[in-house]
């Protein structure tokens, strides 16, 4: 049975369209219906959503030859001329640095041991102390190692793990060394929640340590949201 929208309930989806010279055909070369879009528009989703032709959620009927597509039993060949669909060319370009993006917080709480640093040679020892001490963390030399709220006792640590010097109070926050390659933090087991230890000179407010979606995904997710509401059907 063919499925009409005058009598059930179609609804068709073109994400991201653009139609860059004001006309778009959509033929279902099963059925021969033709749908003739007469509007220039760049990068919207276009819906037929039953008896209703939307673009970014405005009903543009009268923009259309008033024609609807219908589909037939089993598959239905489509022939698209006149559009492009940016949103295929997202998805063909993707990579997962465009989705998440590391955050500038480098401790994590989950990587500690019991003890607490020496300040002279860079060892963990007492680890019945109460304190707990960071495993290594990667730095970069010439950056300004900030690490708040409190510092606590700071080691620095060549490529080879070997014990450079320690971070005073007076010189936190430290423009690294050239030769700097990790850090480890040692603090008490009331700092360990609010701890946070990043690269940078700006004065950066706490954020957890791991991973976040990045700006060009979250300006993606909005554009949608805001243009087009989420589909009962495909």
């Known amino acids: 049975m063919t499925v009409e929208p005058e009598s059930m309930y179609i609804s068709i989806l073109f994400y991201y369209c653009s139609i860059p010279d004001g006309k778009m055909t959509v033929k279902n070369l099963t059925t021969g219906d033709v749908l003739e879009v007469n509007r220039t528009t760049n990068r919207s989703h276009i819906r037929q959503d039953g008896m209703v032709f939307t673009i970014a959620g405005v009903n543009f009927f009268r923009d259309t030859n008033r024609k609807f597509i219908s589909?037939?039993?089993?598959?239905?060949?489509?022939?698209?001329?006149?559009?492009?669909?940016?949103?295929?060319?997202?998805?063909?370009?993707?990579?997962?640095?465009?989705?998440?993006?590391?955050?500038?917080?480098?401790?994590?709480?989950?990587?500690?041991?019991?003890?607490?640093?020496?300040g002279t040679t860079g060892e963990v020892t007492n680890p019945d102390s109460g304190f707990y001490t960071t495993n290594?963390?990667?730095?970069?030399?010439?950056?300004?190692?900030?690490?708040?709220?409190?510092?606590?006792?700071?080691?620095?640590?060549?490529?080879?793990?070997?014990?450079?010097?320690?971070?005073?109070?007076?010189?936190?926050?430290?423009?690294?060394?050239?030769?700097?390659?990790?850090?480890?933090?040692?603090?008490?087991?009331?700092?360990?929640?609010?701890?946070?230890?990043?690269?940078?000179?700006?004065?950066?407010?706490?954020?957890?340590?791991?991973y976040s979606y990045t700006p060009s995904f979250k300006n993606l997710v909005k554009e949608i949201v805001t243009q087009f509401d989420v589909p009962r059907y495909i």
């Open 71 to 118: 589909l037939a039993p089993g598959d239905n060949q489509f022939e698209i001329t006149g559009a492009t669909e940016d949103f295929k060319e997202f998805v063909k370009t993707f990579d997962g640095n465009r989705l998440i993006e590391k955050n500038y917080n480098l401790f994590n709480k989950k990587d500690i041991v019991a003890g607490s640093l020496v």
């Open 136 to 210: 290594f963390i990667e730095v970069i030399p010439g950056k300004r190692l900030q690490i708040k709220p409190n510092q606590g006792v700071t080691v620095i640590y060549d490529s080879n793990y070997q014990y450079i010097q320690q971070i005073s109070s007076a010189q936190h926050p430290m423009i690294l060394p050239p030769n700097a390659r990790y850090v480890r933090n040692t603090m008490g087991v009331n700092s360990i929640d609010g701890k946070y230890i990043y690269l940078g000179e700006e004065d950066l407010p706490y954020i957890e340590y791991g």
